[in-house]
């Protein structure tokens, strides 16, 4: 990949544009074992030997994370009403590879939300066609019962505007006032879950997505962490690259 020396460095976090470029007068900077003092100069990331002081850089096209999203924030890259972002949660290392959430989750909404710079993987886990998995956990208001399970089977209609969802699979955990339950819809319809619930005269009061596709939140993470994806995740991811 053809790229400026400076935007392959300092994407990496090693330095910024501004001190890179003073830096480089010491020397700091080798090309294919030559020194380089002209931050501009285009090289190719898949040949050329870049080091920094002394020190090789790889450089990495693609970055994919998973987050355990925490309520109030939004899944977004950035906000005109000064509400926090999911990108806001990044450290500056992950925030140069300007990665932006693969799909949403609603601000009150908690879990697994995948974040990636690669707009082609994230455009197939999204697209219609794929009908790409998605598991949440909910706390409902209402007691659940086995004709929840079958109209949910069926796909249930939206009261507000009539649209009838594709099946989905309802689980009971527990049925009681406050039921417990996870749910896998797959589409991904504004404030999907939630409608189906209403749509069957009952409230979602804590929602928490578990999975997407074949990738499954870390419940190491804590609400607001951030990993970069393993290796055994990306396999998984490969169908969709």
């Given at each position: 990949m053809k790229i400026r020396l400076d935007k392959m460095i300092c994407n990496l976090g090693y330095s910024t544009r501004s001190q890179l470029k003073k830096e480089m007068k010491t020397g700091c900077v080798t090309v294919n074992g030559q020194i380089v003092k002209d931050s501009s100069l285009i090289v190719d990331s898949d040949i050329d030997v870049v080091t920094y002081y002394n020190e090789t850089v790889n450089y990495i096209k693609y970055i994919y994370l998973m987050m355990n999203k925490p309520q109030g924030v939004i899944s977004a890259t950035e906000d005109y009403h000064c509400v926090?972002?999911?990108?806001?949660?990044l450290d500056d290392f992950s925030k140069n590879f300007n990665p932006f959430p693969v799909g949403r989750l609603d601000k009150d909404t908690e879990g697994l939300l995948l974040l990636t710079n690669d707009g082609k993987l994230a455009h197939n886990m999204l697209s219609p066609r794929k009908h790409v998995d998605k598991?949440?956990?909910?706390?409902?208001e209402g007691c659940l019962t086995d004709n929840d399970i079958k109209a949910f089977n069926e796909g249930v209609t939206?009261?507000?505007d009539g649209y009838k969802t594709m099946?989905?699979?309802l689980e009971i955990i527990k049925s009681n006032d406050i039921?417990?339950?996870?749910?896998?819809?797959?589409?991904?319809?504004f404030h999907q879950v939630k409608r189906m619930f209403e749509s069957v005269d009952k409230r979602v009061i804590y929602l928490?997505?578990?999975s997407m596709g074949a990738i499954k939140l870390d419940e190491e993470l804590s609400l607001g962490e951030y990993r970069e994806l393993n290796d055994e995740e990306m396999l998984l991811l490969k169908e969709y690259m």
């Open positions: 926090k972002t999911v990108i806001d949660l598991t949440y956990f909910a706390y409902i939206f009261l507000d099946p989905a699979k039921s417990e339950c996870k749910v896998t819809i797959k589409e991904g319809k928490k997505r578990l």
